[in-house]
């Protein structure tokens, strides 16, 4: 392994306290030669150089505040393969007092999130209905809250759909979507527009699609950094497939996901192999009422990088297959409507790096669906990476609260964006 050692910790304890290493076998977060670290990549400032950096297997966890660097979550051979394309890695070394950072109790765990839920359900019945749309690979349910106002309009009102927590340590998505069920509850009936909107739209909020995940990274007391969910993978004592890698469009194309089960970002063995993706898709698929997809908008909450992406990842080009001028102008209007709301950067998908096989691409490229990523608080990892304070939740949780009215907003015509409802929706808009 020829990538430097950092030697001034005191300088990156943010970064540490972003990403503590995880706690796991080698074989479960690495190689048989280590288990997975963290590196600095300075040189990468293209989104084709960042793609090259990704397609090592490595997982790419932030782009640096001047576009010319990157912070991965990599092996040790990863990083010597970053290294071998001409970039500057540098090992971040983790002070043994910040080797085990401890859960914040300001998070909700698997099992307090179901209490929440529950509650909300219980406390509006009128409002919220719980349902699962199927298990996990260990098991757990995958909870489904479906919010609604006045039934006049029926099985004719849009849906929209909001998805959490594919990735196992991004635990502000998950308070993310306790703000969301708390927003379009108690505020029915009290706030004019969630009122009008909540009465000509369905909510679906997925609160955690990772739940195995979510309750391995925390279950010792101490963050384990844990991405993937818990899925053994035939043939490997590797753990764990990237639920954000493994869903069937374009799976696997254009080498932004990896094949091997070591990585950060494997694939699975094949499209919906992970089990979580699969009854997702299924639930999805389960919302065309008469041949027509009901679900009309998505965002999949994700942490960090303050950025709204909209498809597709797996190729650089505006426009292709399944994706006009029209439906990508419509995107991109969205994505920059609701980023002048939360001051994040709005862009597509694959301007940051190529990606297969992701949530986006397929809700758009398979079932028509307009569909974003946020990436959440913070913008970097010197605000804390995937484990920020607890402090932030309430400010960064509410800081999505415009774009996400304004997406269900539009929800009965997204194309009504750029004045073309006439053309795409008639007389429905």
Not at 50 to 74: F, M
Not at 111 to 137: M, N, Q
Not at 221 to 237: A, D, E, I
Request: glycine share 10%; aromatic share 10%; proline share 6%.
């Amino acid at each position: 392994m020829r990538a430097r050692t950092l030697l001034t910790p005191l300088a990156l304890v943010p970064l540490f306290l972003a990403t503590a290493v995880s706690s796991g076998s080698a074989a479960e977060s690495g190689t048989p030669e280590g288990p997975d670290r963290q590196y600095l990549v300075e040189g990468p400032e293209t989104p084709q150089e960042r793609t090259q950096v990704a397609r090592t297997g490595a997982s790419v966890d932030a782009v640096g505040e001047d576009a010319a660097s990157v912070t991965v979550t990599a092996t040790p051979g990863e990083a010597e393969a970053i290294e071998d394309l001409g970039h500057e890695v540098t090992e971040v070394p983790v002070p043994n007092d910040l080797l085990h950072q401890p859960v914040d109790p300001a998070y909700h765990t698997y099992d307090e999130l179901t209490g929440v839920v529950d509650k909300v359900v219980a406390d509006f019945p009128s409002l919220a209905e719980k349902t699962s749309v199927g298990s996990s690979h260990e098991g757990r349910d995958i909870m489904a809250v479906r919010i609604s106002g006045e039934e006049e309009a029926g099985e004719d009102k849009p849906e929209v759909l909001f998805t959490h927590q594919q990735h196992a340590r991004e635990v502000l998505t998950v308070e993310m979507a306790i703000y969301l069920l708390t927003m379009f509850t108690e505020e029915y009936g009290s706030d004019e527009r969630i009122t009008e909107l909540l009465d000509s739209r369905t909510i679906w909020i997925l609160p955690s699609v990772n739940p195995d995940g979510a309750v391995y990274d925390t279950e010792s007391g101490s963050y384990r950094n844990w991405r993937k969910n818990r899925q053994p993978n035939s043939g490997s004592n590797a753990m764990g497939t990237d639920l954000n890698r493994n869903w069937d469009y374009n799976w696997g194309c254009c080498g932004g996901s990896s094949g091997s089960p070591y990585s950060q970002t494997y694939r699975g063995a094949s499209p919906e192999s992970a089990p979580e993706v699969n009854v997702v898709a299924d639930f999805v698929r389960s919302r065309v009422v008469d041949g027509e997809q009901r679900i009309t908008a998505h965002i999949d909450f994700h942490t960090y990088g303050e950025l709204v992406l909209w498809p597709y990842g797996y190729t650089y080009d505006e426009t292709g297959p399944g994706m006009s001028r029209d439906d990508y102008d419509a995107h991109a209007e969205l994505g920059e409507l609701m980023a002048e709301t939360n001051g994040y950067t709005p862009q597509q998908s694959s301007d940051l790096y190529v990606t297969d096989g992701s949530i986006n691409d397929w809700m758009w490229g398979d079932q028509g669906i307009f569909s974003f990523t946020f990436e959440m608080h913070p913008g970097s990892f010197t605000g804390g990476g995937f484990y920020p304070p607890g402090g932030v939740i309430e400010e960064e949780t509410a800081r999505n609260r415009d774009a996400v009215l304004d997406l269900t907003a539009y929800a009965d015509c997204p194309y009504r964006v750029i004045g073309k409802e006439a053309e795409y929706c008639g007389s429905a808009a």
